[in-house]
T-cell receptor, first 113, second 111 residues
Framework: DVKVTQSSRYLVKRTGEKVFLECVQDMDHENMFWYRQDPGLGLRLIYFSYDVKMKEKGDIPEGYSVSREKKERFSLILESASTNQTSMYLC????????????FGSGTRLTVV | LAKTTQPISMDSYEGQEVNITCSHNNIATNDYITWYQQFPSQGPRFIIQGYKTKVTNEVASLFIPADRKSSTLSLPRVSLSDTAVYYCLVPPGDSSYKLIFGSGTRLLVRP
């Protein structure tokens, strides 16, 4: 069964900490994505990557960076965590451009205190 | 950029057919319409995709009129476990690989 695995289900971090969220996919997909989901706001795209070492900003990249050193791994980095980054973070990967076959991870619920 | 509009919420009862309509007036000629389902505390899950007319799988049907400016997801005989948020998506039209999610439709199925 194909999978997108996010390293942590729940995380609690302190304001100002550097936070790493890891995502690994086993489907050899070119494209990987990081979204955050907040009540009433739906899923918002933070960053995406269509190839190793390539990255593109999504709609809300401020306060985040990403790393894609290997095809299967896409990391989201919160340089200095703030309370407004408390959210559910979802990683996804895909092969097709058309939206079919996006596979999402189970999410990481991050709380910044 | 292509954008979708769908109802914020819908209520239904077990055993009924549910139709959720999405409008996408600016869909590009070659782009497909895709629907995802999301349960609480889980990532979205692909349900169905179509380009025109009708597509059916074991979960749902998707109806797309000739002008392709809207589409309707049809869930036959819903059960309580179909309570979820349903997202209609089209590519943004800028040749990128990203998907933009709207707010989705929150479907509540009552006993």
């Amino acid at each position: 069964d194909v999978k997108v695995t996010q390293s942590s289900r729940y995380l609690v971090k302190r304001t100002g900490e550097k936070v790493f969220l890891e995502c690994v996919q086993d489907m050899d997909h070119e494209n990987m994505f990081w979204y955050r989901q907040d009540p009433g706001l739906g899923l918002r795209l933070i960053y995406f990557s269509y190839d190793v070492k390539m990255k593109e900003k999504g709609d809300i990249p401020e306060g985040y960076s990403v790393s894609r050193e290997k095809k299967e791994r896409f990391s989201l980095i919160l340089e200095s965590a703030s309370t407004n980054q408390t959210s559910m973070y979802l990683c996804a990967s895909s092969f097709h451009r058309q939206g079919r076959g996006y596979t999402f991870g189970s999410g990481t619920r991050l709380t910044v205190v | 950029l292509a954008k979708t509009t769908q109802p914020i919420s819908m209520d239904s009862y077990e055993g009924q057919e549910v139709n959720i309509t999405c409008s996408h007036n600016n869909i590009a000629t070659n782009d497909y319409i895709t629907w995802y389902q999301q349960f609480p505390s889980q990532g979205p899950r692909f349900i169905i995709q179509g380009y025109k007319t009708k597509v059916t799988n074991e979960v749902a049907s998707l109806f797309i009129p000739a002008d392709r400016k809207s589409s309707t997801l049809s869930l036959p005989r819903v059960s309580l476990s179909d309570t979820a948020v349903y997202y209609c998506l089209v590519p943004p039209g800028d040749s990128s690989y990203k998907l933009i999610f709207g707010s989705g439709t929150r479907l509540l199925v009552r006993p």
